[in-house]
């Protein structure tokens, strides 16, 4: 009688059934689940921007506390990170969501949503942001990051001769001390 629960090799854990195989999952279920999942990931960083930990003051108490800015801001380093992280995770499930979803029917309106959101967002860190503590710089720097590093690992991927010699030595590392 066979063994109904075989051993399992050594080196594998018990999360490997859960992980992806191209032998068991089709790109389909793999597309829907990253669509969840990034989903998710939007709308709880959306609603972290938009109602920030700690909530914002309801009254103005002087200079440092004004009706509708975040209560967390006196926190300036902790805020800082809270909302590059938080910018960061939103665009990076964007990313996923716009790639996921390119060519398919209502893709446009997925997109006009998708840049409404982020309009939206970005208003609102803004407003409930005070002006002396955040650089804002620094957030369009982390919303741009995702972005660019697709953007890089696309231009690699593609860089096999494609892009011609002047610039292989973008790809081969080789600082192009011989483009000949």
């Known amino acids: ?3 109904p629960n075989p051993q399992k090799k050594s ?3 018990c999360f490997s059934s859960f992980q992806y195989n191209k032998e068991r999952d ?7 689940v990253l669509l969840v999942v990034a989903a998710l990931i939007t709308a709880v960083t959306f609603q972290a921007g938009v109602n920030p930990p700690g909530g914002v003051w309801q009254e103005d108490h002087g ?4 009706a509708g800015r975040a209560i967390y801001a006196s ?3 902790s805020f800082y990170v809270f ?3 938080n910018t960061l995770a939103l665009s990076s499930a964007i990313l996923v969501i716009i790639s996921l ?10 997109w006009l949503a998708t840049i409404s959101m982020i309009v939206t967002y970005a208003s609102s860190i803004c407003a409930i942001t005070p002006e002396e503590s955040v650089d804002f710089r620094y957030i369009l720097t982390a919303a741009a990051v995702p972005f660019l590093l697709r953007l890089a690992v696309e231009m690699y991927t593609k860089c096999d001769g494609k892009i011609g010699k002047p610039f292989r030595w973008v790809c081969n590392g080789d600082h ?3 483009i000949s």
């Open 101 to 110: 979803t390119y060519r398919f029917p209502f893709f446009f309106e997925i």
């Open 1 to 3: 009688m066979a063994n």
């Open 176 to 178: 192009g001390e011989d």
């Open 83 to 85: 909302l590059i992280s």
């Open 75 to 77: 926190e300036q380093i």
């Open 63 to 66: 200079e440092e506390r004004k």
């Open 11 to 13: 080196g594998t854990s």
């Open 26 to 32: 089709t790109p389909s279920d793999a597309r829907n």
